[in-house]
């Protein structure tokens, strides 16, 4: 076994502590499958400041098909439309489905590559899920987007073995499930959720409806 995959078998072993503890609740909110509306510890936003008229709370998981669906056909647009031009908050929260132990390290080096680089690190993440369905370990390419935001292997392998982190990324899941959520990706809009049938999450008409209505008010 080389050095690289013998270190990612010890953080895999040490996320898997906390992949177990969420395991139950990785079932329960399965991808694909709702509240959320006052700020959670551990919120990632993008757009208007927090207080703003409007509040788009997405979860969302680095390991979720549907997630990574809605990323690329609906996140260009939303983006454009309604988070560039500050018209409303967007706040990503993290909730690891199957295999809960990737989702977990891949959002704990996330984190690590700092606030400015989280969500690009998450997006990458995410459109690397085609390469794991092609036969490509989890493993690699978490350590190439993490070399990607600037983090060395070592970095990486501390980052994803740190206790505070793992607790933290429990807690943040346990939050999620309390709030009622049951799957990914759930998109709420001042604490509504908004729902697609069929779809990949919710569709941009569907959320511009709900967030034009509330910006109206």
């Known amino acids: 076994m080389s050095a690289t995959k013998s270190k990612f078998a010890a953080m895999s072993r040490r996320a898997a502590i906390t992949a177990a503890a969420l395991a139950s609740m990785a079932a329960m909110a ?8 006052a700020a959670a510890e551990g919120d990632m936003a993008m757009g208007a400041p927090e207080g703003a008229k409007v509040t788009v709370v997405e979860y969302a998981s680095v390991t979720c098909p549907h997630c990574a669906a809605w990323q690329e056909q609906v996140w260009p647009q939303f ?12 706040v990503f929260r993290e909730l690891p489905t199957p295999p809960a132990n990737v989702a977990v390290a891949g959002f704990m080096v996330a984190r690590c590559a700092g606030e400015d680089k989280y969500f690009d690190v998450v997006h990458a993440i995410m459109e690397s899920q085609a390469e794991w ?10 350590f190439r987007v993490g070399n990607g935001a600037g983090l ?15 607790k933290a990324a429990d807690e943040r899941a346990r939050a999620a499930v309390a709030a009622g ?11 509504t959720q908004v729902i697609t049938p069929g779809g990949e999450g919710a569709s941009l008409e569907d959320l511009s409806k709900a967030i034009d209505a509330e910006l109206a008010k």
């Open 133 to 142: 369905r092609a036969g490509v370990n989890p493993r690699d390419t978490l």
């Open 181 to 191: 959520v049951t799957g990914t990706p759930a998109f709420f809009v001042n604490g």
């Open 79 to 90: 983006k454009a439309k309604y988070v560039d031009t500050n018209q409303v908050r967007y």
């Open 152 to 166: 060395s292997n070592q970095q990486i392998e501390d980052c994803i073995k740190d206790p505070e982190g793992l």
């Open 30 to 37: 399965g991808c694909g499958g709702g509240g959320a509306g």
